[in-house]
């Protein structure tokens, strides 16, 4: 890892000052009509969740069984539905400080659909697929159209789709390489959210991810095949490999294939305790 990169310097300054402001006050705010045709309208065109989690939280929300929340803080607001028999501690401290890094002048609104499905592999062989892997979409340059439909990774997947919606995708490039270049940065803020800006801890929680993600990585192509960009999973898994080490941060030199098999897990990042409560 590089000593003293400034870029990584600057970024762990920018954390470091950030968690030690104030904590971003949230204050409860009615859901209104238009919330619940906006919730209605991205269920019924959202082209990316095709296991139709959403779906299944609307359709819990209009039998009465699944709860609607809305709160607001100087940077957006934010919806939340899940399951009344399973409350979700919605991490909104997290949310807070990730939307304070990314805030710009237009205020973000957040769709937050709290599904308890968990990203597990297939088979051994067969195709990893989006269905697989996805948690979340938005749109370019549009602060106003994240929604995220998995509980499971809620602030990585938060902070990808930060850099999408805030105008951080590179240019000239094909959707694998965007992607994988925009995961590869998510997952250095989430560290770095989670060091609180300090490097010591960012050093130990970057070596423990980078060798997760480089586990994953073989997992992904000796057990399953996935071997370049045209294999969807390689985006977010071997494809921000070369991206970490083009901005010289440290790889493992040796590296432990995890087992696959169906049911095994997906998760791109290791749990980090203090990150989905950081404050």
Avoid at 252 to 262: A, I, K, M, S, T
């Amino acid at each position: 890892m590089p000593n003293h990169a400034p870029w990584l310097c600057h970024l762990l300054e920018t954390v470091k000052s950030t968690v030690k402001s104030p904590p971003v006050a949230w204050i409860h705010d009615p859901y209104s009509v238009s919330d619940v045709d906006y919730v209605k309208e991205c269920v019924e065109s959202c082209k990316f969740d095709t296991e139709e989690l959403q779906k299944e939280l609307y359709d819990g929300f209009k039998a009465g069984t699944v709860a609607l929340e809305k709160k607001a803080c100087p940077y957006g607001s934010v919806l939340v539905l899940y399951e009344k028999s399973t409350p979700w501690a919605f991490p909104y401290a997290a949310v807070g400080r990730v939307l304070q890094l990314f805030y710009r002048g237009t205020p973000f609104r957040l769709l937050f659909f709290g599904s308890q499905r968990r990203r597990l592999l297939p088979l051994q062989g067969e195709l990893v697929e989006a269905r697989h892997i996805n948690g979340g979409y938005t749109y370019p340059c549009n602060p106003q159209s994240i929604v995220i439909y998995r509980r499971e990774e809620v602030v990585r997947v938060l902070i990808h789709e930060c850099y999408h919606a805030s105008c951080s995708d590179p240019k000239n490039m094909d959707i694998p390489y965007v992607e994988a270049d925009t995961e590869a940065w998510a997952e250095i803020v989430l560290c770095a959210l989670g060091a609180r800006g300090r490097e010591d801890n960012f050093r130990r929680l970057w070596k423990a991810q980078s060798s997760y993600a480089a586990s994953q990585a073989a997992q992904l192509s000796n057990l399953y095949n996935v071997k370049g960009p045209g294999d969807y999973s390689w985006r977010y898994t071997i494809g921000k490999l070369g991206v970490w080490s083009r901005l010289g941060l440290t790889l493992p030199v040796r590296v432990r294939v995890f087992r696959g098999g169906e049911g095994a897990s997906l998760r791109l990042t290791l749990e980090m305790h203090g990150v989905e409560d950081a404050a």
